[in-house]
């Protein structure tokens, strides 16, 4: 198994945790702890997030809007803009007001988004918010790892990143509100805790993970612990308590004052909050053929299956869950709205390179204490919100439509070749399958990371733009000529990559357009009409909802879509196959996420024999 430092400190193996943050050769990776004195000094002297220009903001959301709404629309909204962004309009006094905020916080946004993104977000996490992650199918009789000391800050190119998340991901836990949600993390108290929960039957139990001389279990005194956990945790009937976690946040909410009630209940339910992770010790899942063993290995990690499989034997609102089979299947979950996906990837990918190795020193085994069981006193009020819990869960797990697809024609090595952002070139795969299906193109959201400010989170890239809608619909038209073709296609992974070097640098227009909005919401203003007018709700309908997450590990990440009619899609680009996991919910009958994973690899297909048919024209 793996030991785990209490105070959070990771040691991940190298500073790349993700494709995106280069090791800069020029630059000494340097190590720092959240305790010291350089990590202050690292992350004071990164860079605040930049208010842009209003100006910028209102012109680049024009244009944005250009590929996915109508004429009329646009004029409409056009008319709405310049009014927003007049002299001594409103738009300059919540731009005043942004700036402000800018120059008072360290980060203007962070706080803002966390709240608006995860905390008053009130669908269950379950599904709608929490990604999982599958790890290759593993042998069992190696799981060893260790995470201890320290972290090297990342690179972006010589642009160092901010390590804030790392230190949000061990120890915290999501507590339900009535009507907003708020994040423990029990490392920033003075004693971190020492134990993980481990769930097994439904049946919670706290496990020390440290002995007393301050050393951490070794694998085999794991190994002896839960085993002694399993074997105390025969399959009964029950209740499944953690299911409460999957459910609706104000019904969970009003639920978890009932359940807290009881102090035993309380205790318990305080053990898992403050519990370093959670680990899912999973009973069988429904026996599938091997074509579909991905898909499915997805669904267990993003819900686990319905009441009747393994949906009960979680904790949903803690923030790392750590999901281990009975048939090899392994992978976590997450609860999003501390961290971004690349810190999680990162620490993963550290455990799964520790497993691999065999333990160093055989120790002597020293006579364990008997991991504590957590007792649930169910009343007939709890029971009640418990089968609701498991009834709106089965509902949610019918509906989920998962397809995972490994392509395994080329990854970054083709579009590399052709000198080309494989990022861009998956995007624009992905706006060809998307027209190629409803002939049309939709609101598109590629996250961009904000982490080279300090305490920096996420922005949008829009990717689809008037060049990729020029690309798509020019891609199937037999009037048009293969050099036209790739031209259109260079053109679009141009402004591909332009978007995201804005974005990346701050300088995206919807976290602004976001900031603005609040602003006006502290000061009792009344929203300005860019909010209420129909084209802005379009902009935010993404019927396609995509993430680049990279790894060392081949693995798959998987979230779900963020609108009825629409699309998820995670994908890890290795260097010659692409990991892609796509989501559609089955109640809607326009979407299904086989289809658009049959669609994108035919159109990767297609762009990459364009390009070898038609060498690139002199531009
Ligand atoms: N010619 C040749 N190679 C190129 C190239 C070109 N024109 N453009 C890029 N490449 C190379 C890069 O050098 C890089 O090389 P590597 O494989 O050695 O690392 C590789 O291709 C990948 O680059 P690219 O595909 O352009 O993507 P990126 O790494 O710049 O990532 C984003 C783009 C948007 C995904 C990234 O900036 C980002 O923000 N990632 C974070 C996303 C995130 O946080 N997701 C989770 C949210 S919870
Ligand atoms: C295990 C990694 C999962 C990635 C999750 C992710 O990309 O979340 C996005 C976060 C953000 O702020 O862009 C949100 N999204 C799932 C809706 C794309």
């Keep these: 198994m793996w030991g785990i430092c209490s105070r959070t400190m990771v040691k991940?193996?190298?500073?790349?945790?993700?494709?995106?943050?280069?090791?800069?050769?020029?630059?000494?990776?340097?190590?720092?702890?959240?305790?010291?004195?350089?990590?202050?000094?690292?992350?004071?002297?990164l860079p605040s997030l930049p208010v842009p220009p209003l100006q910028q903001t209102c012109e680049r959301y024009i244009s944005a809007l250009e590929p996915i709404v109508e004429v009329d629309e646009l004029k409409h909204t056009k008319e709405l803009v310049d009014e927003f962004q007049k002299a001594g309009g409103v738009g300059e006094r919540l731009q005043r007001g942004l700036e402000k905020r800018a120059r008072n916080t360290e980060n203007w946004l962070s706080e803002w988004w966390v709240q608006v993104a995860y905390l008053d977000y009130r669908l269950p996490v379950v599904v709608h918010s929490s990604p999982g992650l599958v790890l290759p199918r593993m042998?069992?009789?190696?799981?060893?790892?260790?995470?201890?000391?320290?972290?090297?800050?990342?690179?972006?190119?010589?642009?160092?990143?901010?390590?804030?998340?790392?230190?949000?991901?061990?120890?915290?836990?999501?507590?339900?509100?009535?009507?907003?949600?708020?994040?423990?993390?029990?490392?920033?108290?003075?004693?971190?805790?020492?134990?993980?929960?481990?769930?097994?039957?439904?049946?919670?139990?706290?496990?020390?993970?440290?002995?007393?001389?301050?050393?951490?279990?070794?694998?085999?005194?794991?190994?002896?612990?839960?085993?002694?956990?399993?074997?105390?945790?025969?399959?009964?009937?029950?209740?499944p308590v953690g299911i409460l976690t999957t459910q609706h946040r104000d019904s969970w909410g009003k639920a978890y004052v009932t359940l807290t009630q009881d102090k035993t209940n309380k205790e318990s339910v305080s053990a898992i909050q403050r519990s370093i992770f959670t680990l899912c010790l999973d009973g069988a899942m429904p026996h599938v053929p091997e074509e579909t063993y991905r898909s499915c290995a997805a669904v267990q990690m993003l819900?686990?299956?319905?009441?009747?499989?393994?949906?009960?034997?979680?904790?949903?609102d803690k923030t790392l869950q750590f999901i281990i089979g009975e048939d090899g299947t392994c992978g976590a979950n997450y609860e999003h709205a501390p961290a971004e996906g690349p810190p999680i990837v990162a620490l993963i990918d550290h455990v799964v390179e520790y497993t691999r190795k065999p333990e160093m020193t055989p120790?002597?085994?020293?006579?364990?204490?008997?991991?504590?069981?957590?007792?649930?006193?169910?009343?007939?009020?709890?029971?009640?919100?418990?089968?609701?819990?498991?009834?709106?869960?089965n509902i949610l797990a019918q509906d989920l439509d998962m397809t995972v697809m490994v392509f395994g024609h080329f990854g970054k090595n083709v579009p590399k070749t052709h000198k080309m952002?494989?990022?861009?070139?998956?995007?624009?795969?992905?706006?060809?399958?998307?027209?190629?299906?409803?002939?049309?193109?939709?609101?598109?959201?590629?996250?961009?990371?904000?982490?080279?400010?300090?305490?920096?989170?996420?922005?949008?890239?829009?990717s689809a733009s008037s060049a990729s809608a020029t690309f798509v619909k020019a891609f199937d038209n037999p009037s048009k000529q293969n050099t036209e073709k790739v031209d259109l296609l260079v053109k679009a992974i141009n402004a591909h990559r332009s978007y995201t070097t804005m974005a990346i640098s701050g300088q995206a227009i919807d976290r602004h357009l976001l900031g603005l909005k609040m602003v006006a919401?502290?000061?009792?203003?009344?929203?300005?009409?860019?909010?209420?007018?129909?084209?802005?709700?379009?902009?935010?309908?993404?019927?396609?909802?995509?993430?680049?997450?990279?790894?060392?590990?081949?693995?798959v990440m998987c979230f779900g879509p963020v609108v009825?009619?629409?699309?998820?899609?995670?994908?890890?680009?290795?260097?010659?196959?692409?990991?892609?996991?796509?989501?559609?919910?089955?109640?809607?009958?326009?979407?299904?996420?086989?289809?658009?994973?049959?669609?994108?690899?035919?159109?990767?297909?297609?762009?990459?024999?364009?390009?070898?048919?038609?060498?690139?024209?002199?531009?």
């Design 363 to 393: 120790s002597p085994m020293v006579p364990l204490a008997m991991p504590q069981k957590l007792h649930f006193n169910i009343t007939p009020e709890i029971k009640k919100d418990i089968e609701k819990a498991k009834h709106a869960m």
């Design 421 to 462: 952002s494989p990022d861009a070139f998956i995007q624009m795969a992905l706006q060809l399958a998307y027209y190629r299906m409803y002939q049309c193109c939709c609101a598109t959201y590629e996250s961009a990371s904000l982490r080279m400010f300090r305490l920096g989170r996420t922005d949008t890239i829009r």
């Design 564 to 619: 009825p009619d629409g699309y998820g899609v995670c994908y890890n680009p290795m260097n010659d196959h692409i990991n892609f996991a796509v989501s559609s919910f089955n109640t809607c009958k326009d979407t299904n996420a086989a289809h658009l994973a049959q669609a994108v690899d035919r159109a990767l297909l297609d762009m990459k024999t364009l390009l070898e048919q038609s060498p690139r024209a002199k531009l």
């Design 303 to 316: 819900h686990g299956g319905g009441s009747q499989w393994n949906s009960g034997n979680r904790w949903f």
């Design 139 to 239: 042998n069992f009789s190696d799981k060893q790892g260790q995470i201890s000391e320290t972290l090297p800050v990342e690179y972006m190119g010589a642009k160092s990143l901010c390590m804030n998340q790392y230190y949000e991901v061990l120890s915290s836990c999501r507590v339900p509100g009535l009507k907003r949600d708020s994040v423990v993390n029990h490392t920033k108290r003075s004693t971190p805790p020492k134990h993980i929960t481990v769930v097994h039957n439904f049946q919670f139990y706290v496990l020390e993970v440290y002995n007393n001389d301050g050393t951490p279990l070794t694998a085999d005194e794991f190994c002896v612990q839960l085993e002694r956990i399993c074997s105390s945790s025969p399959q009964t009937d029950m209740e």
């Design 521 to 555: 919401v502290e000061e009792n203003l009344s929203i300005p009409d860019i909010y209420t007018d129909t084209t802005y709700a379009k902009a935010l309908h993404y019927k396609l909802s995509t993430s680049q997450v990279p790894s060392k590990t081949d693995c």
């Design 12 to 45: 991940i193996g190298m500073a790349k945790p993700c494709g995106l943050i280069k090791p800069c050769n020029l630059v000494k990776p340097v190590s720092v702890t959240r305790v010291s004195g350089r990590y202050l000094t690292h992350q004071k002297g």
